[in-house]
């Protein structure tokens, strides 16, 4: 087990240091092909000479590299590792560093997160288990269609209805019935309140969960289905082991492997929700972070922000990899 | 012999499906949109592209006035956008998934059949993508692109979209492909064909790339619906289809915000539209995986 | 010049009644302490930074009007401007200026306001490396050059600015500044009170970055604590000697970063609100917020330039008037953004800037006809070709621009396409345009030159200035009649007929400016937007108790 998750970790290393060469051929290529980002940064007026070397400086793009297309820029990406390396992660355009910016975003990020991946497996769990019990009868054909309905129903529109038709008359009524700092007040609020990060991020947090929620009870759904028809469940049965039982432990169970390892997976793809219900819902996180570092051409705050993501990605699939392996005794470690 | 088992169980499902109700109903619906997206003149005269602002947000009128379904803010007749924004979004969708599945089959079995340095490299380039955020790459490869001139042409419209969810939509079909191409690898079959001199190209066309078709088959389906929905958020976003260009993402996320300006039409319409193609899709999918999967079989 | 948005800090409203009822305290105590009276504020666009010289967005411009106090300060009324921290500012020959500066003033970390304190700031801001946003202000300085440096076409630096000070700018005293211009400008003491020439302590100039985040400031306000990307408080500087001063204790700013704060309004967390086009359902549902409305002409002017740099179509005025002709206005802003924009016809705002007058633009009208009728003029659309239309990335605009190319198109059969991008100005400034393109300008101090030199001017005959490639000998001619006037008014007239050759060159099409309006709590009154931003005015605001 030692030795795999030393393989893990090694193999980590060198997918992060490959996602980093990718991003920097990226943005490298991005800049020379589009020009300065930094005459963006004047508007209306024209910098003056210095003005525009100072900036560039402040992008970090003063090197003559990023003037010739096609140029790989190897000599940034290197003193940028080198930084990276001792935990310098740069500054953004306005001189604040990234790990300040990414400590004071990520944790409302994580408490998305954490809200969405608990009604993720919330309703996978119990609306797939549901589903795979009573396969075929109404409660399955009833729980399909409302999660397929949900699923194609864009986030966005979900949010929109919600904080545009919902919150306004039900954080009035709420602040007036019991003051404006209780809890049903501050759930229903139309807006994040750093001051009370939880309270205000659980419902967007359960909308962006539940958006989400129908490949979940799929999966469940399916491999219940398999564990239903395996071997194992009809020794069970045989055994004369009650249903309720072959249920739980055989079943249930077994279904949560492929659950953990889809977590792991969409990961990332929960970011694009991020962005959307940060958006929407003003939280100060990473998805709006990043979201307006890339369209302020905030060249090093989008390469130190996807860097930390990436390696938190990283950690998250080895953890899984190993929750795996600890959940399924049939997986091997070579 | 060798192709006999996918044979059948492709011929079994076609059997066991072209019965059922809801499946049907599914096709039929599919097919609706896919005819309206190839020949849209069949069901508007007027052009999406003919815009009067003094006409702006009428209420809809009923079929045989002018705009049936109404008009957007800008005055456009909203039925011909509908009937117009379905072909860039079915194209989209159909285009993404399509090339997705040509390479992620083609690396997974590469991978599986040859193991070693070919394997390492194509899990390695996955597991990078899976790492990079969808929405960070689109913006990047976005502005990337940005001084290219892709045409004002349908594919024109849809091709930044279109890159950016390829490259991130095969890694599925991949891994499902490797799978299931290690799985049947050391079949008999496959090595008595290696054994009479088969080349690698024709025992993995032709022996290993059938069985492994099927459980990707069910995951197409839904898969196209995804893309739907992606393309929608896309938009909402201002990097997927853009204006004066139409889809149907674009037009549900300008007609989002007036559900409580008073003109809910202009959100409900092309709301439905992808949400009864995306259900018949994924009814679809669930059939066919259902179908596919023997060991699902009651 | 700054990419004004027109946003209006929003605000919020039923709150006040609610709370009164419950008595105000979440804990439900009995014991009503006198809570200070905060006023809950949005900032809804990206805000970098809180320093003066960097600062050049209606949103920290509108926190810093409380925190820091200029030279002069402009009547919300009638934008006249009136002295403040100066005493008195004098001048002969509208070139050399003497500001003398009222004793005893201090910032709020007791250093004193004086005579250094302005020109520190003003050196800083006008050193090119120091980058800041509002460098350019000083241009009309002796020795700004000296501080630009020069750089290759790479961006690479060959020659470093050889002066860290402006030479223009002279301490004669404690409180004695002396400022010489590079030639007669009538209008300079009305720049005074911009951002752009507030002072800074010495404090602040020691540590850029945090004075950036936490102001050292001379106004009434003092600026608590800003975390950045979430909100903005300040409270009241007891120290505040001079008499304008807010009568509420305390400011939270929310940030809102481009997203919308409405709901937050009507939910009764903000006193402030700028409704959308598509949440003036809500206004009309409640009769009781229509009374609750500020409304106000604002400064904005949108207009579309050609690439006069290149060859036909667009070097024909006809097209260009064929194409303002082809723009129904009025339609346009009564379907996108009803009642925040007003057609323009002419180039700088009516009434809003002495020499403002309405109608100095023959062909800025929606005329179907005419305008079919300049286009045959032209020589026609060339048959085939695609008209490129292109807009920064901003949603409202780029629908706004939308709306403008299906009515070109409506009325000329011009076909085209809408470009929003990223790199717009870039595009711009190095005139990479293939089409018509979006312009805003946004007046940084009240004279109608403002609208007309910065933006056309170039004194260069063969290539015209940088954007357009527009050069008017005619035009030029009247600038530098203004200029060198005796007096503001003749000044002012003389610039009036720099806008009337504009008028006959036609190198851009007005097309409307902006309405600031704004609604507001119950429990806030004396509301007055300021004629430039459009933002609420914090100084006079009166607010109830909560």
């Known amino acids: 087990m030692g030795r795999y998750i030393l393989r893990r970790v090694l193999q980590a290393v060198g997918t992060l240091f490959l996602v980093m060469v990718v991003l920097h051929l990226l943005t490298t290529f991005a800049i020379q092909l ?60 306005r001189g604040r560093a990234v790990t300040e910016i990414v400590a004071q975003s990520a944790p409302h990020t994580l408490r998305l997160f954490v809200v969405v991946t608990f009604t993720w497996l919330t309703i996978g769990m119990v609306l797939g288990s549901v589903a795979a019990r009573w396969r075929g009868r109404p409660a399955d054909h009833g729980i399909r269609f409302t999660t397929v309905l949900v699923d194609a129903l864009p986030v966005f529109v979900l949010l929109l209805l919600y904080k545009f038709v919902v919150t306004v008359p039900v954080h009035q009524w709420a602040r007036s019935e019991f003051g404006s700092e209780s809890w049903p007040a501050l759930w229903f609020r139309p807006s994040f309140d750093a001051d009370h ?17 129908a490949a979940f009870v799929r999966l469940v759904r399916a491999s219940q289905l398999e564990s239903y028809s395996g071997e194992h469940v009809r020794t069970a049965r045989s055994k004369g082991l009650p249903e309720r039982y072959v249920v739980l432990h055989h079943v249930v169970r077994n279904s949560s492997i492929p659950v953990v390892t889809a977590v792991g997976l969409v990961f990332t793809e929960a970011l694009a929700g991020a962005v959307v219900t940060e958006g929407l819902m003003n939280i100060n996180g990473m998805g709006g972070v990043l979201w307006g570092a890339v369209k302020g051409s905030d060249v090093s705050l989008v390469l130190g922000v996807v860097t930390l993501l990436a390696v938190v990605t990283v950690v998250v699939m080895i953890v899984v990899d190993v929750l795996y392996a600890a959940l399924d005794p049939r997986i091997r470690y070579e | ?297 009651a | 010049m700054r990419q004004a948005r027109i946003t209006t800090a929003a605000a919020a409203g039923f709150a006040a009644v609610a709370l009164v009822a ?65 005493e008195e500012i004098s001048t002969e020959d509208n070139t050399v200026w003497t500001i003398t500066i009222k004793p005893d003033l201090t910032f ?82 009305t720049m005074l009170g911009y951002t752009g020439f507030f002072p ?50 305390a400011v939270e700013w929310t940030e809102f970063a481009g997203g919308s704060s409405w709901a937050d309004f009507m939910a009764g967390n903000l006193d402030e609100g700028a409704p959308g086009a598509a949440d003036l359902g809500d206004v009309e549902s409640d009769p009781d917020l229509a009374e609750r409305v500020v409304e106000r002409p604002g400064a904005a002017l949108t207009y579309i330039g050609f690439p006069l740099y290149l060859s036909e179509p667009w070097t024909n005025i006809e097209l260009r008037k064929a194409i303002s002709m082809a723009i129904d206005r009025e339609g346009i802003i009564e379907a996108i953004v009803p009642g925040e924009r007003v057609p323009a016809d002419s180039w700088v705002v009516p009434g809003g800037v002495p020499g403002g007058e309405t109608g100095t633009c023959e062909f800025c009208t929606f005329d179907p ?22 807009a920064g990335t901003d949603e409202e605009e780029a629908e706004l621009f939308k709306a403008i190319g299906d009515s070109i198109q409506e009325t000329l059969g011009v076909p085209y396409e809408l470009e929003t991008t990223e790199d717009f100005s870039s595009k711009r400034r190095n005139r990479e345009m293939t089409g018509i393109f979006r312009n805003n300008w946004f007046p940084d101090y009240p004279v109608n030159e403002n609208y007309l030199a ?92 909560e």
Not at chain 2, 34 to 43: E, S, W
Not at chain 3, 51 to 67: E, H, Q, Y
Not at chain 3, 461 to 483: H, R, V, W
């Open chain 3, 22 to 86: 419950t008595g105000c305290s979440a804990g439900g105590g009995d014991a009503v302490t006198e809570e200070p009276a905060t006023v809950h504020l949005a900032l809804n666009q990206d805000v970098g930074t809180l320093l003066p010289m960097d600062s050049n967005v209606d949103d920290n411009i509108a926190v810093l009007d409380v925190v820091y106090d200029g030279l002069v300060r402009y009547d919300p009324e009638t934008t006249e401007p009136y002295n403040y921290v100066a």
């Open chain 3, 200 to 249: 800074v302590a010495e404090a602040c100039l020691e540590d850029v970055e945090a004075c950036a985040v936490k102001p050292i400031g001379n106004g009434p306000f003092q600026v608590d604590e800003w975390v950045q990307g979430e909100k903005v408080t300040a409270s009241k500087w007891a120290d505040y000697p001079l008499d304008e001063a807010p009568a509420f204790d």
């Open chain 3, 369 to 390: 006809e005419a305008a079919k009728e300049a286009l045959a003029a032209a020589g026609g659309w060339p048959s085939g070709q695609t008209l490129t239309i292109t």
């Open chain 3, 454 to 545: 910065p933006v056309y001017a170039s004194g260069d005959p063969e290539e015209g200035n940088t954007n357009f490639g527009y050069y008017g000998a005619e035009f030029e001619e009247a600038i530098e009649a203004g200029d060198s006037a005796e007096t503001l008014e003749d000044a002012v007239a003389e610039y009036q007929k720099a806008e009337a050759a504009l008028a006959a060159d036609f190198p851009t099409v007005p097309l409307w400016f902006s309405v600031s309006r704004s609604y507001h709590s119950e429990r806030l009154s004396n509301v007055i937007l300021d004629p430039f931003s459009g933002q609420m005015k914090l100084r006079p605001l009166e607010v109830a108790a």
């Open chain 3, 108 to 189: 709020q970390n007791g250093e004193p306001v004086d005579a250094a304190s302005f020109a520190r700031a003003w050196n800083y801001a006008a050193y090119g490396p120091n980058a800041m946003a509002n460098n350019y202000f000083f241009e009309r300085f002796v020795g700004y050059d000296e501080m630009q440096g020069e750089t290759d076409d790479a961006g690479v630096v060959t020659v470093e600015p050889t002066a860290t000070e402006l030479s223009g700018v002279t301490v004669v005293d404690d409180h004695t500044l002396e400022v010489t211009l590079n030639g007669p400008f009538a209008g300079f003491s």
């Open chain 1, 197 to 213: 990060p939880w309270a205000t991020v659980l419902i967007p947090g359960i909308l962006l969960g539940v958006s989400g929620s």
């Open chain 1, 34 to 93: 589009n020009g300065n980002p930094a005459l963006a940064f004047f508007g209306e007026h024209e910098p003056s000479a210095s003005q525009l070397a100072a900036v560039e400086k402040r992008y970090g793009l003063d090197d003559p590299c990023y003037d010739q297309v096609g140029n790989p820029c190897a000599g940034p990406f290197v003193d940028r590792l080198v930084a990276y390396a001792q935990g310098d992660f740069g500054t953004n355009l």
């Open chain 2, 1 to 297: 012999m060798s192709e006999a088992p996918a044979r059948t169980l492709m011929s079994d499902a076609w059997r066991s499906l072209r019965f059922r109700p809801d499946v049907i109903v599914a096709a039929v619906v599919l097919v609706f949109f896919l005819v309206m997206a190839a020949f849209p003149g069949l069901f508007t005269s007027t052009s999406p592209r003919r815009c009067v602002i003094g006409d702006s947000r009428l209420a809809p009128q009923g079929f045989g006035a002018e705009h049936p379904f109404g008009t957007d803010s800008f005055g456009c007749d909203l039925l011909a956008q509908l009937v117009h924004g379905a072909r860039p979004s079915l194209l989209l969708a159909f285009v993404v998934v399509g090339i997705a599945l040509v390479i992620g089959i083609t690396l997974g079995v590469l991978a599986a059949y040859y193991l070693g340095w070919v394997d390492k490299l194509v899990t390695r380039v996955i597991e990078v993508l899976l790492v990079i955020p969808l929405l960070l790459a689109a913006m990047l490869l976005l502005s990337l692109f940005q001084g290219v001139d892709v045409g004002s042409g349908t594919l024109g419209t849809i091709l930044l979209p279109a890159l950016v969810l390829t490259m991130f939509a095969w890694m599925g079909y991949a891994r499902y492909v490797r799978a299931s191409v290690l799985e049947v690898k050391n079949h008999d079959f496959v090595t008595a064909a290696r054994a009479l001199g088969a080349s690698d190209l024709r025992i993995m066309t032709r022996h290993l790339l059938p069985n492994a078709i099927g459980p990707v088959t069910a995951l197409v389906p839904t898969s196209i619906a995804g893309v739907i929905g992606a393309e929608a958020v896309l938009s909402f976003l201002g990097i997927g289809v853009r204006p004066p260009a139409i889809s149907w993402g674009l037009m549900i996320s300008n007609g989002s915000e007036w559900v409580t300006g008073g003109h809910p039409h202009l959100l409900l319409y092309p709301l439905a539209c992808l949400v009864v193609t995306v259900l018949a899709l994924v009814v679809l999918g669930d059939a066919l995986r259902d179908a596919l999967d023997p060991r699902l079989a």
